[in-house]
Nanobody, 119 residues
Framework: VQLQASGGGLVQAGGSLRLSCAAS????????MNWYRQVPGKPRELVAS???????NYTEAVKGRFTASRDNARNTAYLQMDRLQPEDTAVYYC??????????????WGQGTQVTVSS
């Protein structure tokens, strides 16, 4: 299983970025895809969850500004980030998991992509 994240960069406050996460080795269409972010010294934070059916949930801080989507034909998940703010600066990770037993699972993470928002 591989998750390849891309699309980060430097943007001014109010700008937009779109992150991509290309997946291989999983039944992508059936997997929930998550986006996390992390700043130094703080735990990784769940930003968005994208269900297999296409519905999504967001942490309160990004509701109305971020949109998660997926293209099952391309095995790729996206995170469209609009109206970015300096507090959105973080390393962003895509994540999924596979059940390895009735109650056990294995987590998979992308390599992380840096998003920096200047004020």
């Amino acid at each position: 299983v591989q998750l390849q994240a891309s699309g980060g960069g430097l943007v001014q406050a109010g700008g937009s970025l779109r992150l991509s996460c290309a997946a291989s080795g999983i039944n992508f269409a059936s997997n929930r895809m998550n986006w996390y972010r992390q700043v130094p010294g703080k735990p990784r934070e769940l930003v968005a969850s994208l269900m297999s059916g296409g519905s999504s949930n967001y942490t309160e801080a990004v509701k109305g500004r971020f949109t998660a989507s997926r293209d099952n034909a391309r095995n790729t998940a996206y995170l469209q980030m609009d109206r970015l703010q300096p507090e959105d600066t973080a390393v962003y990770y895509c994540h999924t998991w596979i059940m390895t037993g009735w109650t056990t699972k294995r987590d998979y993470w992308g390599q992380g992509t840096q998003v920096t928002v200047s004020s």
